[in-house]
């Protein structure tokens, strides 16, 4: 059991390192305050590093291309929602935090829609927790201004600890149909 244990902490030790990971080499690809498409870009590439390391996270229940490409999609729309807003500075920390975590849980819950925990828990899970994540590394003293498409390592573990309640909470369950 406790290797189990080990085995599944790892895996989402490693989802919460992926998250500075994610958002230094989307920065590094593209910088947002060149505009809409390159602020797309620096999003999408930081979704795809996310979302495969959830996906080899998730014990591979879903397609890998389906997975990584919905939080790629997810996480570049709602980032360009939030630059085109002009929610950019540490003070909107909350809303970047809440657009982007409403966007990428939307997109995750149409690739696991029948699994648990279904959309409905899903997408305001992210939302939530993408929020305080955000408050919580803008309240270190990372800068919102930079650009950043995801939060940085306080924020990550934060995250990860919201939303892993929830995995844990529903997602041990017998996989069950979504409600309808």
């Known amino acids: 059991m406790s290797r189990v244990v080990s085995l599944d902490s790892a895996k989402w030790i490693a ?31 930081a979704g795809g590093i996310l979302g495969a390391a959830q ?12 997975w990584i490409g919905a939080t790629a999609l997810g996480l570049g729309v709602s980032f360009v929602i939030v630059q085109a807003a002009g929610a950019t500075t540490s003070a909107a920390a ?21 699994r ?5 828990i899903w997408i305001p899970t992210m939302a939530i927790a993408w929020a305080v994540a955000w408050v919580v590394t803008t309240s270190i003293g990372v800068q919102a201004e930079a650009g950043w498409p995801v939060v940085g390592v306080s924020g990550a573990l934060t995250a990860q600890i919201l939303t892993g309640i929830v995995l844990a909470t529903l997602g041990r369950r017998r996989v069950q149909p979504a409600l309808a």
């Open 116 to 120: 648990v925990p279904a959309g409905p």
């Open 55 to 66: 996906w080899l996270a998730l014990g591979r229940h879903v397609s890998p291309a389906l």
């Open 94 to 114: 909350p809303v970047i935090g809440a657009v982007t975590g409403l966007g990428v849980g939307v997109t995750q819950a149409f690739v696991r829609w029948d």
């Open 15 to 45: 989802v919460f390192l992926a998250y500075p990971v994610a958002g230094g080499l989307g920065r590094l690809i593209a910088n947002p305050a060149d505009g809409l498409v390159f602020a797309f870009i620096c999003a999408a590439v």
